[in-house]
């Protein structure tokens, strides 16, 4: 069941833009029966600010749980005002869908952890069902003329249900973009995927398929050529007589938040006092989520080489890690929790005094004023996932090291790593490379801190959320 919010613009000129990801950018919550919603701010929601001007934004996607029909009518008047349109899923197909096919086989075969896959087929059924409350969703309210922009790996069907249902209506100019947030793996790898043909052939009903690196549209089209015998260019598919378009779309954030941040008092108040907290120190900062694509256990192994390589860091050296919780009532998680708790103690155990201890650990989500805070105090900031689609992170401690410019120190893993001149790559499987680059980056020199600064700061400055969002849309606006 769908509430259908989306409004007309016919009569205001602008070209209507639709869209569609597994959840509302919206926070719901409930003070007395009465329902407020909060707008959140992220990655995709800052890439439309730059195409306010020239179209109008709906947003299609799920409110996070079930509700009954009273709290329905209440929160579909709620998400009006935000331009959003809630689909609803029963709470037994959510799970499914989310937890059991998106995350469970989807999530670690394009991060490479074929080991965690799990197929059921009960999870793609739900699946299928999801997508199709998707499209039954957007079929009455989507017009011809509108762009449908479709977001990540929990909708991959939707693209093909979506037009068949238009088709069969006559609305046969809408344009519909499908963009991927996450790897897309190689071929030899997808191929294992149980049902990797209905995965292809429901994107490529899209008419521009977006990713973040030129190797994963590469990925994509090797697979269309290998499972599906279809021909394909650099930058293209031909399929059931259509040219569907690929394309590398590298998103970005909203630097400027950074920027303001820094100048509030909060902030500047917090950074003085991490500053004398961890006077005569140099501090190393993490932030991820605890997931096993991020190479939480590969940092500190890392960190416990660097320790006992170079001992003259010790008691001057300290890592600062957040790790935001993710997923802890899945096993795969509660191991790797696990893990590296037992590697924070064994670490902190060998190199520690009274005095001095080198990992500080977070187990928690940290407010945005105290995470630039932490970004801005840092000297260096280390990222070793294992895969990663981007990995914003990296993006955000350039953003808040204007005045200390600090050495970013990025696995050749992450997606930023194909764009990111002035960042030291790793390899993050190993510990001994990554200590070495460490050492390297604690010692550089002012002069090529501020060079390799330049470059990062030039590239995030530019390559923003909203430059992403623009050129994605325009692209889309432009494929016949």
């Known amino acids: 069941m769908v509430s259908t919010n989306i409004t007309d613009d016919e009569q205001s000129g602008l070209t209507r833009l639709i869209v569609v990801s597994n959840r509302l950018p919206v926070t719901l919550s409930n003070d007395n029966n009465k329902w407020s919603s909060k707008l959140s701010s992220g990655g995709v929601v800052s890439a439309l600010s730059g195409l306010k001007r020239e179209m109008s934004f709906n947003w299609v996607g799920w409110p996070g749980k079930d509700f009954g029909e009273e709290d329905r009518k209440q929160i579909d008047s709620l998400l009006k005002k935000d331009s959003c349109s ?94 991927l947030h996450t790897p897309f793996p190689s071929s030899e790898l997808y191929r294992s995927l149980p ?92 932030v991820d989520r605890l997931d096993y694509i991020k190479g939480l256990p590969q940092k500190l192994l890392a960190l416990e080489e660097f320790l006992s390589t170079y001992p003259e860091h010790v008691g001057k050296v300290v890592l600062v890690q957040v790790a935001v919780p993710s997923r802890g009532d899945v096993e795969e998680y509660k191991q790797l929790i696990a893990n590296v708790d037992e590697l924070v103690g064994r670490i902190n155990g060998r190199f520690g005094t009274i005095e001095y201890t080198p990992i500080h650990f977070l187990h928690k989500s940290v407010v945005f004023t105290e995470l630039v805070a932490l970004y801005a105090l840092a000297d260096v900031c280390l990222v070793t996932s294992t895969r990663d689609g981007m990995n914003l992170v990296s993006y955000e401690y350039v953003a808040a090291q204007q005045k200390r410019h600090g050495v970013l120190v990025l696995s050749e893993f992450a997606g930023a790593a194909q764009s990111f001149d002035g960042a030291l790559l790793i390899n993050s499987w190993n510990s001994e490379e990554v200590a070495a680059v460490l050492h390297q980056a604690l010692g550089m020199s002012a002069k090529q801190r501020e060079q390799n600064f330049n470059m990062l700061y030039r590239y995030v400055t530019t390559y923003t959320a909203a430059h992403w969002g623009i050129t994605f849309v325009s692209e889309l606006k432009r494929v016949s």
């Open 195 to 286: 049902v990797r043909r209905e995965i292809l052939e429901g994107v490529l009903s899209a008419d521009l398929l977006g990713f973040h690196t030129h190797d994963y549209a590469r990925h994509f089209l090797s697979s269309c050529t290998r499972i599906l015998g279809l021909p394909t260019s650099s930058n293209a598919v031909e399929t059931e007589g259509r040219t569907v378009q690929v394309g590398a779309f590298p998103i970005g954030i909203d630097p400027d938040i950074f920027t303001k941040a820094l100048e509030t008092d909060t902030v500047k108040q917090r950074l003085g006092e991490l500053e004398r907290r961890f006077e005569g120190m140099q501090v190393i900062v993490g």
């Open 86 to 179: 809630a689909v609803y899923l029963d709470d037994t197909t959510a799970e499914l869908y989310y937890n059991g096919m998106a995350n469970s086989l989807l999530w670690p075969l394009f991060h490479y952890h074929s080991r965690e896959m799990v197929f059921e087929e009960e999870a793609w059924e739900a699946y299928k069902r999801a997508n199709q409350a998707f499209a039954d969703a957007l079929v009455s309210v989507v017009q011809d003329g509108d762009l449908v922009w479709i977001h990540d790996y929990h909708l991959m069907l939707l693209p093909r249900q979506l037009r068949q249902m238009l088709d069969a209506r006559g609305k046969r100019s809408v344009k519909i973009g499908w963009f």
